[in-house]
């Protein structure tokens, strides 16, 4: 088996132990992986601003501002829905989970055309493979009917809808970020996770499902 390979199995094992430690052993817990997350994001993002810009001291700074205000927004909707609904957040995690899965599986697989020069390595193919991959929640969810999901609606066209909407915001978190990458000429947003790259390059497309899967909740239920 590659290397590398070897390195991003083992460490998404490790992040998935712990994300399930924080979700269902403990509020604490779980505030205190988003602050963590989100110091750690708001690093990476900010070294990439940096990188951009440079000397352009004021678009850092602005830049700065919002991403700390967006990631004070993160964490409070991540714990409001956890909150509200310890298995409503699962179902999200697993639609970003699963996107980013069949994006990365079926674009691997079957390649073709670019999907974008923001990011190279993103095909027409893996963005199908996204879409079609984040719908797997919904047959788990129709498996386990006497879960109860409070603040998802137990129909299964708005459930196929939330997943697809869901993806696509997913998947556009993951160009937004791709492209700041691109601007400051780098491949990955950090080091920290070995195989893996930046816990920005992880999370891209999580932070921003989160706060669209709470105001959709605000919204509609």
Request: some cysteine; glycine content about 6%; overall charge positive.
């Amino acid at each position: 088996m590659n290397v590398n390979l070897l390195k991003r199995i083992i460490t998404s094992l490790i992040l998935l132990f712990i994300l399930f430690v924080s979700l269902f052993l403990n509020k604490i817990l779980w505030i205190y992986l988003l602050i963590a997350v989100s110091i750690i994001s708001f690093y990476e993002f900010n070294n990439l601003i940096k990188k951009t810009y440079k000397r352009k001291k004021n678009k850092i700074y602005l830049f700065n501002l919002i991403s700390f205000l967006y990631l004070s927004f993160f964490i409070f909707t991540a714990y409001d829905i956890h909150s509200n609904s310890v298995i409503s957040l699962l179902f999200i995690i697993l639609i970003c989970v699963f996107s980013d899965t069949g994006g990365y599986v079926v674009g691997k697989l079957i390649g073709g055309k670019k999907l974008t020069k923001i990011s190279p390595n993103k095909t027409v193919s893996g963005c199908i493979g996204s879409f079609l991959f984040s719908l797997f929640p919904v047959l788990i969810f129709e498996m386990q009917k006497n879960i109860n999901f409070q603040l998802i609606d137990h129909n299964i066209i708005s459930l196929i809808l939330i997943c697809l909407f869901l993806s696509l915001i997913c998947q556009l978190g993951d160009l937004f970020i791709s492209f700041f990458k691109r601007k400051a000429k780098t491949k990955d947003t950090g080091t920290i996770l070995p195989g893996h790259g930046g816990l920005l390059d992880r999370i891209d497309g999580f932070i921003f499902v989160l706060p669209t899967s709470f105001v959709l909740i605000e919204l509609f239920y």
